[in-house]
Every structure is written in structure tokens, then in C-alpha cells.
């Protein structure tokens, strides 16, 4: 098999060309080994654009816009790789498998996940991840009046925003959710819960007419700490001619009233992310790269977002769970992933070198 395929559009350079080695295979096809060998290299190819792509896409692209990634850059990864050479080849059993070292035009790919909203970015604004269980007399109710009150008056009121990504949705217990919100890039998590009864006939008139009493409970924390930053309630009443109908009356305004105390009070929570620059040079690859990620997504922290790799240099935004810069390098240091030499550190930019 040829051992190397040349550029794919050389009208457009790219400066930043990284080695990745791939697998691929197809199925083997003894009639047309030809096909067979460009089907696993095509095969390869893909697998490797999506292990760079895989740098620069954030935790909600991933489980979301898989599709859209398939579609477009994974369509035709030739545009998107220099060249390549073949390390291995075999049949195995009814595959055809071989390893390539490609050599990719990562600021391309970088890109061209940029321009199809895919990849991490600046965020402007907070968001929070939101729990929320509703109960009408002891029975879960599966209407959410209240969390819909609550996250609504939130919305009209502040930038803050939730996310909503099948993890959350999926999240069973408490920490579930709070690994889940982390995944989702979550600066807040709002854990709230919300109970609806009916009043003692002593409490408030009958008269065809059901009265109901609702209270709700809200604890918001920092996402990547889990430290509590604050516990608000709210408890309200309703009649409706219906039992249901009061109940939900009951949970839609405890919830919009707690969405009030929260406003009044969650002004220091919900201001812009502010970034640290994080260079990592020395490093030895994109594997390498991959590790520093996976090392620094790890450090309890409010999200990350990788900006660039190239000659070794790493270049990621990160959202520091507390905005102490010196804190965060020193909790890197101890992460251990790589020997690191810290450079220098100030309140927007924290410097690293790989001791080799």
C-alpha cells in the first residue's frame, strides 16, 4: 500500500500540523484489497480528526451534536490532514486493520468546530444547573409548576441560564447531579424542592373550594467546589374548585415567590466568568494534551475551555471554581500528570513548562 498521501487543499495553510497515530479498519474484502486498504485508512483518518476534535468540543457538543460532527468535519477528514504514513496493516479474522501516524492541521479543525458551534467558548454569563422535586401530598407530581415558576422568573430577571443535557435529566441522587452539572460547564447548582398539602378546614374557608398550602426550599452551591452559598424559602396558599387545580396553583407560586427571594439575593453569584489563561509548554503531543485536559477538567473547577496546541505549547481557558489563580496552579502542580515548572502566575495568565 502507498505509504503517504500529500495535501488535500493547498490553497489553504495552516500553520499548526500535529502527528496523531490511529487505528481503522473494514471489512475485508479479498476480491478488492485495494478498496479494502482505503476503506480502513478512511477509516483511521476519521478516528483520528475526531480524537483532535475531541479537544476542542465541550461536554454538551459531545453528547449533542455528535451527528452534526459526523456530518461535516468527519465526512471528508482529508481536508483537514497534510499527510500520512502507514505504521502497520493485517487482516484479522474478516477485518482489514491498519495504524497510521496522520499528521493534522489542528487550527483548521479548531476551526471548523468554531464555526459550527461546536467547541468550547468565552462565556458571558453564569448558568446553573437546576434539581428540583415537587411533591402534592406525599405523591411526586410530574407537572413541575414550581421548578417552571421558579427557573422562568429567574430568567426574565437575570443572564443566568440552565442548561439542560440528558445527564442532568438522568441524574438520580445528589451527586450524580452535581458531577453532571460540572460535565455541563455549570457555574451554580440550585437543588430545591417543594411540598403542597391541604389546609386543616380551620386554616382557611371550604366553600366547594379546596385550599392548599405549598412551601419550597432552594440551596445553591458553587458547581466545582460544592460549597454552599446560600438556602432560601418561600411558602404560599391557593383555592381552586379542583384538589389538583390548588395544588398546582399553590406549587406555581411557592415557586415564582422563591424565584423572587433568589433575585433579591443571588446578585454576587451571577456575574461574568472571568478566565485564566493556562500555557502548558514542553508537551509531547496531542496525547499529551488530552492528559492535561483530562488533568485540569479534574480540579473542581467551573469549566475549561481548550483554545490551542501547538509546538508543544498547550493554551486553555479555564473558570477557576474561586477566582485565586495561585490556588489553581498550585492544585495543578499536585495533580501530578506531568513533572510541571511553574514560570509565573498572575491574576489573568498562569505559565508552565514540562520538566524533561
Same mark, same amino acid.
Given at each position: 500500500? $502507498? !505509504?503517504? %498521501?500529500? =495535501?488535500?487543499? &493547498? ?7 500535529? @502527528?496523531?497515530? +490511529? ?85 483548521? $479543525? !479548531?476551526? %471548523?468546530? =468554531?464555526?459550527? &458551534? ?7 454569563? @453564569?448558568?446553573? +444547573? ?85 412551601? $419550597? ?140
Amino acid at each position: 500500500m $502507498a !505509504a503517504c %498521501a500529500g =495535501r488535500t487543499k &493547498s490553497e489553504v495553510m495552516f500553520d499548526s500540523v500535529e @502527528a496523531v497515530e +490511529a487505528e481503522g479498519a473494514a471489512a475485508y474484502n479479498e476480491k478488492d484489497l485495494s478498496a479494502t486498504a482505503g476503506a480502513a485508512v478512511a477509516d483511521a483518518q476519521r478516528n483520528a480528526l475526531e480524537s483532535v476534535a475531541g479537544l476542542f468540543m465541550d461536554a454538551r457538543s459531545k453528547a449533542e451534536k455528535y451527528g452534526v460532527l459526523r456530518q461535516n468535519l468527519l465526512r471528508s477528514p482529508g481536508l483537514y490532514i497534510k499527510k500520512y504514513k502507514v505504521l502497520s496493516e493485517r487482516r484479522e479474522g474478516a477485518l482489514y486493520r491498519v495504524k497510521l501516524r496522520i499528521w493534522l492541521y489542528i487550527d483548521k $479543525a !479548531a476551526s %471548523a468546530l =468554531r464555526g459550527l &458551534s461546536m467547541a468550547e467558548a468565552g462565556r458571558p454569563g @453564569a448558568s446553573a +444547573a437546576l434539581m428540583f422535586d415537587e411533591y402534592l401530598a406525599s405523591a411526586a407530581s410530574p407537572y413541575g409548576d414550581a421548578r417552571k415558576a421558579f427557573s422562568d422568573y429567574l430568567a426574565r430577571r437575570t443572564a443566568l441560564s440552565f442548561p439542560d443535557t440528558p445527564a442532568l435529566k438522568n441524574s438520580s441522587d445528589e451527586n450524580s447531579f452535581f458531577e453532571a452539572a460540572r460535565a455541563s460547564g455549570a457555574d451554580l447548582v440550585f437543588i430545591g424542592r417543594a411540598d403542597a398539602g391541604p389546609m386543616a378546614a380551620s386554616q382557611g374557608p371550604q366553600a366547594g373550594f379546596y385550599p392548599v398550602r405549598a412551601q $419550597a426550599g432552594l440551596k445553591i452551591y458553587e458547581a466545582g467546589s460544592r460549597r454552599l452559598l446560600l438556602e432560601i424559602s418561600s411558602r404560599s396558599n391557593a383555592l381552586d374548585p379542583s384538589e389538583e387545580g390548588a395544588f398546582r396553583k399553590a406549587l406555581v407560586s411557592a415557586g415564582e415567590l422563591l424565584g423572587q427571594e433568589a433575585v433579591s439575593k443571588v446578585d454576587a453569584f451571577i456575574r461574568p466568568a472571568v478566565p485564566l489563561t493556562l500555557r502548558v509548554k514542553g508537551l509531547g503531543g496531542i496525547e499529551d494534551a488530552r492528559k492535561l485536559k483530562t488533568a485540569v477538567d479534574g480540579l473542581g473547577i467551573n469549566g475549561s475551555s481548550f483554545e490551542s496546541y501547538s509546538e508543544g505549547e498547550a493554551v486553555i481557558m479555564v473558570y477557576p471554581a474561586r477566582p485565586d489563580p495561585q490556588e489553581f496552579s498550585s492544585a495543578l502542580l499536585r495533580a501530578g500528570v506531568f513533572d510541571l515548572g511553574l514560570e509565573s502566575v498572575s491574576q489573568s495568565e498562569a505559565v508552565f513548562s514540562v520538566i524533561r
